[in-house]
């Protein structure tokens, strides 16, 4: 029979430290909220969204034909400049770039213009969530802009949410 000994002492199982329950806590909180990826995206909020996706492109638009502009007028128009202008569809000189600064500024701050640019998302909005091969890439954009907001907001709260209940978990209770 085998000798065994009272004085021996067994380990007691690893005991978990409150600050690495805080940590996994706030880990799983940040995992579970990542979830708000897959949340449903609104109408309006796309709508709104592919806005400023299409007036953030014409602003750059017009600070790249403005630089080009530049060139022209300094008589040392590079070839990534002309083949910009060719995808634009502007003669190599300014008036003609200056008409199309106009015509893309027009664009995102016409009231009518903007009225009807925003119409047309909202019409194809149902279009685009059954199947999203039929977005152009300024509503892909969109799409993708809201996505991972909700990612990165969600991920944020329930990384706080997760902290938050951890340290009321692992007060000392005296």
């Known amino acids: 029979m085998p000798y065994i000994d009272s004085t021996m002492s067994y380990a007691s199982p690893n005991q978990v430290s409150p600050r ?3 940590v996994g806590a706030t880990i799983l909180g940040g995992l579970l909220g990542m979830t708000c990826y897959y949340l449903p995206v609104g109408k309006d909020t ?27 007028s300094k008589n040392k128009l590079s070839n990534e400049s002309k083949i910009f ?7 190599e000189n300014i008036s003609d770039i200056a008409i199309k600064c106009k015509e893309l500024k027009d664009s995102v701050t016409d ?4 009225t009807t640019l925003k119409k047309e998302f909202a019409d194809n909005f149902k279009n685009f969530k059954k199947d999203e091969s039929l977005m152009d890439p300024i509503t892909s954009k969109a799409m993708s802009t809201i996505k991972w907001n909700g990612f990165k907001w969600g991920m944020g709260i329930g990384a706080l ?7 009321i978990a692992t007060r000392d209770k005296e």
């Open 20 to 22: 690495s329950k805080r």
């Open 111 to 114: 009231k009518f213009k903007v």
């Open 46 to 72: 796309f709508v709104n969204t592919a806005f400023r996706v299409t007036k953030r492109n014409a602003e750059k638009d017009i600070k790249t034909l403005q630089a080009v502009a530049d060139e022209i």
């Open 85 to 91: 202008l060719t995808e634009m569809g502007v003669n």
């Open 161 to 167: 949410l997760g902290a938050s209940l951890s340290l």
